[in-house]
């Protein structure tokens, strides 16, 4: 058997257990890889595979998924008569029973811990310890490497977490709860923590890891910040316009700017989405918000605007709903100087407001309005709401990605929880922080009368560390 790792050596540890307990899902969720394939189906993996987490091109740590252990009872009686070196007794069972298919699966687990591996043994809390996991933990032990257990119980509906407790102490240096289903950054960091406990060799290259893996993350909020802001800045600012042909509807034209308009808008949001789930490496799995997620509604939708806390005074007063979709901002601009259209279509809405939707138009036909030579626009935003719609879904979406372990692969999800605090992030922001969101708001749509250049960066900065509390940090 090979000794400890040596400095500047990538640290590696053996998941090791019953086939079926969530091994695989372990791995896959410290190691980020949804890659990794989970089965319902026991014996699904039969090789032992190392999974090495990289960062900026270099390896930080590996994860060897293994087979479960099929004969532990044997494994054990074989083990128990071993006479030899202690130190090499796994070695000599793999070289004992290397081509005896009885016990396939339980050399292939224990490979890896002859070439140094630390050990953990991961066993499902949700049901109770039997002879076959005590002959298990039993081989483990003999094999004298430095092992952590976990408990990962698969359902909450049984708990033998303290059952499994009182027989872990006998047999390893640490035992931890994790589970691979809801584990979160910080239960990784703090797994890593304890990995460091079960020997003293290990603390210096784990403390390194824990060390690259904060730094990773800090660079990934920083992105993700960027991402968000670039999104909602276009967003807010973007504009579409059409000149009005002489005999011209403007209803019909519109009509059209608005879904152009939105088209667009949701279009920066989707990409967004995109760049925060390949920044948490969620790449291969259709990512599927759970059902009671607010962003299930559209974003110009009543429900998502009603939801995300506007009252139904600041609905109503902004003349903002019209067949269930939040109209936008339609200014109408004469090539080169503003008047005519918006007004007057404005003024016959009644609304006296910047915010319409199409319907009502329809019926109050602006009468005797000269169209010809002038360009009817949508945007800049000009509701500083939509400023907190935006910031409210792109904290929500954040929050579902960066709590969404990769270990986990059904879609099912606890039916009370919620994604929001009640009416999304922004409603409780304090008085300072939407300041600089108004200034901010202001500044991007153009609006400002003197453009503040520190809005933006601390517009930016406060998204930072929104991103960082939302993170556990
Ligand atoms: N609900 C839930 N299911 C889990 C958890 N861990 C594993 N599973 C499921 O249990 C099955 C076996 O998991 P897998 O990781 O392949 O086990 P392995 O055979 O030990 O590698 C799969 O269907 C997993 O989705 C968990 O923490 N919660
Ligand atoms: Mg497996």
Same mark, same amino acid.
């Given at each position: 058997m090979k000794n400890h790792p040596q400095p500047g050596i990538v640290p590696e540890f053996a998941v090791l257990g019953? $086939?079926? *307990?969530g091994k695989s899902s372990v791995v896959s969720t410290l190691t980020e890889d949804d890659t990794i394939r989970v089965s319902?189906? $026991?014996? *699904?993996?039969?090789r032992s595979t190392a999974y090495t987490v990289k960062m900026d091109g270099k390896d930080i740590i590996r994860f060897v998924d293994t087979p479960g252990f099929q004969v532990p009872k044997q494994t054990l009686a074989w083990f128990r008569k071993f006479e030899g070196n202690p130190e090499r007794i796994a070695d000599a069972f793999i070289e004992t029973f290397k081509d005896d298919p009885f016990y396939r699966d339980d050399c292939e687990l224990l490979k890896p811990v002859t070439k140094g591996a630390g050990i953990i043994y991961v066993v499902d809390g949700a049901r109770p310890v039997r002879d076959d996991d005590l002959a298990e933990m039993e081989i483990l032990r003999l094999t004298g490497r430095p092992r952590m257990a976990v408990i990962n119980s698969k359902t909450d509906e049984k708990d033998y977490t303290q059952d499994w407790k009182n027989e872990f102490r006998r047999h390893f240096n640490a035992v931890r709860v994790f589970n691979s289903n809801t584990a979160n950054f910080m239960e990784r960091i703090k797994m890593l923590e304890s990995l460091k406990a079960i020997d003293q060799e290990w603390e210096q290259s784990l403390f390194e890891v824990i060390t690259a893996f904060q730094k990773d993350r800090e660079k990934r909020n920083l992105l993700a910040c960027a991402a968000i802001c670039r999104a909602i800045e276009q967003s807010l600012s973007f504009a579409v316009s059409e000149p009005v042909a002489k005999d011209g509807d403007p209803d019909t034209l519109k009509e059209m700017l608005n879904g152009k308009y939105q088209a667009r808008i949701k279009e920066f949001e989707t990409r967004m989405f995109q760049k925060l789930r390949s920044l948490f490496k969620h790449h291969l799995f259709e990512y599927h918000l759970p059902?009671?997620?607010?962003?299930?509604?559209?974003?110009?939708?009543k429900q998502t605007w009603e939801l995300l806390g506007l009252t139904k005074e600041q609905l109503m007063t902004a003349g903002a709903i019209v067949g269930g979709t939040v109209g936008v901002m339609i200014d109408a601009a004469a090539a080169g100087h503003t008047f005519g259209i918006f007004t007057a279509i404005g003024g016959a809405l009644g609304a006296g407001s910047a915010l319409f939707g199409g319907r009502k138009t329809a019926k109050n036909k602006?009468?005797?309005?000269?169209?010809?030579?002038d360009t009817l626009r949508l945007g800049p935003?000009?509701?500083i709401q939509f400023l907190y719609i935006l910031v409210d879904r792109a904290l929500i979406y954040y929050s579902h990605i960066i709590n969404?372990?990769?270990?986990?692969?059904?879609?099912?999800?606890?039916?009370?929880?919620?994604?929001?605090p009640k009416n999304g992030f922004s409603t409780e922001f304090t008085f300072s922080r939407k300041m600089i969101c108004s200034k901010f708001f202001k500044t991007v749509t153009g609006r400002s009368l003197i453009p503040d250049k520190k809005a933006v960066a601390e517009f930016e900065e406060f998204i930072k560390a929104l991103l960082e509390d939302l993170s556990g940090k």
């Amino acid at each position: 058997m090979k000794n400890h790792p040596q400095p500047g050596i990538v640290p590696e540890f053996a998941v090791l257990g019953h $086939p079926n *307990e969530g091994k695989s899902s372990v791995v896959s969720t410290l190691t980020e890889d949804d890659t990794i394939r989970v089965s319902r189906l $026991p014996g *699904e993996t039969t090789r032992s595979t190392a999974y090495t987490v990289k960062m900026d091109g270099k390896d930080i740590i590996r994860f060897v998924d293994t087979p479960g252990f099929q004969v532990p009872k044997q494994t054990l009686a074989w083990f128990r008569k071993f006479e030899g070196n202690p130190e090499r007794i796994a070695d000599a069972f793999i070289e004992t029973f290397k081509d005896d298919p009885f016990y396939r699966d339980d050399c292939e687990l224990l490979k890896p811990v002859t070439k140094g591996a630390g050990i953990i043994y991961v066993v499902d809390g949700a049901r109770p310890v039997r002879d076959d996991d005590l002959a298990e933990m039993e081989i483990l032990r003999l094999t004298g490497r430095p092992r952590m257990a976990v408990i990962n119980s698969k359902t909450d509906e049984k708990d033998y977490t303290q059952d499994w407790k009182n027989e872990f102490r006998r047999h390893f240096n640490a035992v931890r709860v994790f589970n691979s289903n809801t584990a979160n950054f910080m239960e990784r960091i703090k797994m890593l923590e304890s990995l460091k406990a079960i020997d003293q060799e290990w603390e210096q290259s784990l403390f390194e890891v824990i060390t690259a893996f904060q730094k990773d993350r800090e660079k990934r909020n920083l992105l993700a910040c960027a991402a968000i802001c670039r999104a909602i800045e276009q967003s807010l600012s973007f504009a579409v316009s059409e000149p009005v042909a002489k005999d011209g509807d403007p209803d019909t034209l519109k009509e059209m700017l608005n879904g152009k308009y939105q088209a667009r808008i949701k279009e920066f949001e989707t990409r967004m989405f995109q760049k925060l789930r390949s920044l948490f490496k969620h790449h291969l799995f259709e990512y599927h918000l759970p059902e009671y997620s607010v962003l299930n509604h559209d974003l110009f939708s009543k429900q998502t605007w009603e939801l995300l806390g506007l009252t139904k005074e600041q609905l109503m007063t902004a003349g903002a709903i019209v067949g269930g979709t939040v109209g936008v901002m339609i200014d109408a601009a004469a090539a080169g100087h503003t008047f005519g259209i918006f007004t007057a279509i404005g003024g016959a809405l009644g609304a006296g407001s910047a915010l319409f939707g199409g319907r009502k138009t329809a019926k109050n036909k602006p009468g005797g309005i000269r169209l010809g030579g002038d360009t009817l626009r949508l945007g800049p935003a000009r509701n500083i709401q939509f400023l907190y719609i935006l910031v409210d879904r792109a904290l929500i979406y954040y929050s579902h990605i960066i709590n969404r372990p990769h270990g986990k692969r059904d879609m099912t999800e606890r039916k009370e929880k919620k994604d929001t605090p009640k009416n999304g992030f922004s409603t409780e922001f304090t008085f300072s922080r939407k300041m600089i969101c108004s200034k901010f708001f202001k500044t991007v749509t153009g609006r400002s009368l003197i453009p503040d250049k520190k809005a933006v960066a601390e517009f930016e900065e406060f998204i930072k560390a929104l991103l960082e509390d939302l993170s556990g940090k």
